[in-house]
């Protein structure tokens, strides 16, 4: 089911083609990919609670839960890193 980002991303992005506004279009274009890229990372997280590797035994308190929001985290930042500097680069 699409998140709120992803209805709200393609929205703009339309509304960005039909006024020709290419900022407008841009910007709904990095919210679609970003509410997409959520959408995939909260399906690989519940799919991998349940089939991931148990993690070795630390003497520091770490959880599954947490090690898999920071991959998640990490990976969402570097996405919308990437689609900010895409955008940036197809306005000049």
């Known amino acids: 089911m699409p998140n709120k980002h992803t209805v709200k991303g393609k929205y703009n992005e339309v509304v960005g083609k039909m006024t020709d506004d290419k900022g407008r279009?841009?910007?709904?274009?990095?919210e679609h990919k970003y509410g997409h890229m959520k959408d995939k990372a909260q399906h690989k997280m519940a799919h991998m609670k349940d089939k991931g590797?148990?993690?070795?035994?630390?003497?520091?308190?770490?959880?599954?839960?947490?090690?898999?929001?920071?991959?998640v985290g990490f990976t969402l930042i570097v996405s919308g890193l990437y689609f900010v500097i895409r955008a940036i680069d197809e306005m000049s």
């Open 25 to 30: 279009e841009l910007k709904g274009r990095a």
């Open 53 to 71: 590797p148990d993690l070795p035994d630390m003497d520091m308190d770490v959880d599954e839960k947490s090690v898999i929001s920071m991959i």
